[in-house]
């Protein structure tokens, strides 16, 4: 069975469009996100116009800053000095990946922890870790986890779940995310040996490494549930391209008890968990407890 992204993302999307009302009607505050674009990637422009047009479809203020390309670290830096200064400006999102004269590590580091909403930040990051509950944890394993639970149920207590690819962005804070679902987890990637072995012991097979159709169903166990971070686009001749994930969908989907697909899959909750990202961090920015289900 297909587990639909879409369905998911906005369902979400309702909840935190009725907290934006709440927080508004209740507190006089208008939640808002800063997305700060550096340079013309075309990927980077479409991924950063539906953040804005999304935050603005929940009801949030949202404010886009557009930096040439040739934008330095220290520009970059005083960007987000002053958005971190804004008191009306609850989230703030560099988009990634930046052009190679700035140093990512300094920008990242240099955001308020507390405005934070793609959860990169050491504070962020060690928090998750540490099972603090303060962390803002990234928006695309949170997403995998919500559609997990969708699939499975709220309880994935005990479930092996194994992780393919250990980025900063996906793999690792997956990986303690379901820790925290009391999973057994198993984090694999490029160098780990018998990878087809391990990833056929998942009850839940997490896919996140960038390479089109890499898992075949010879890779899965009948009846795991499967979902796919990919977002590959591949030639097809004549000039068309499409979208495929890390996943061979029709390979696997035929033994796999649930699948995410690509697109419509993982893709539209990661921007669905960023808004919500941004009303937790409003809410702890003025001591409101509004939690979401
Ligand atoms: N580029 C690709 N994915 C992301 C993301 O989740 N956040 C940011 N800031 N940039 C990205």
Known sequence: MNIDGKQSAVALNLETKEKVDLIRSQHGIT???????????????????????????????????????????????????????????????????????????????????????????????????????????????????????????????????????????VGKPLGMLLLRENCSVTIVHSHTRNIEEICKQADILFVAVGRANMVKASWVKPGATVIDVGINRIDIGEGRSRLVGDVDFEDVAPIAAHITPVPGGVGPMTIACLLKNTIVAACNQNNLNIPFE
Do not use: W
């Open 31 to 169: 939640p808002a996100l800063a997305v700060v674009l550096v340079g013309q990637d075309p990927a980077s422009q479409v991924y950063v116009r539906n953040k804005v047009m999304q935050a603005e479809s929940v009801g949030m203020v949202s404010i886009e800053r557009k930096m040439s390309a040739d934008t330095t670290t220290e520009q970059l830096l005083a960007v987000v000095n002053e958005l971190n200064n804004d008191p009306s400006i609850n989230g703030i999102l560099v988009q990634l990946p930046l052009p190679k004269q700035i140093e990512e590590s300094l920008i990242i580091e240099a955001i308020a922890a507390e405005k934070d909403v793609d959860g990169f930040h050491e504070i962020n990051s060690g928090r998750l870790l540490n099972g603090d509950k303060r962390a803002l944890v990234p928006c695309t394993p949170q997403g995998c986890v919500i559609l997990a639970k969708k699939a499975l149920g709220t309880d994935l207590r005990g479930m092996h779940a194994v992780v393919v690819g250990r980025s900063n962005i």
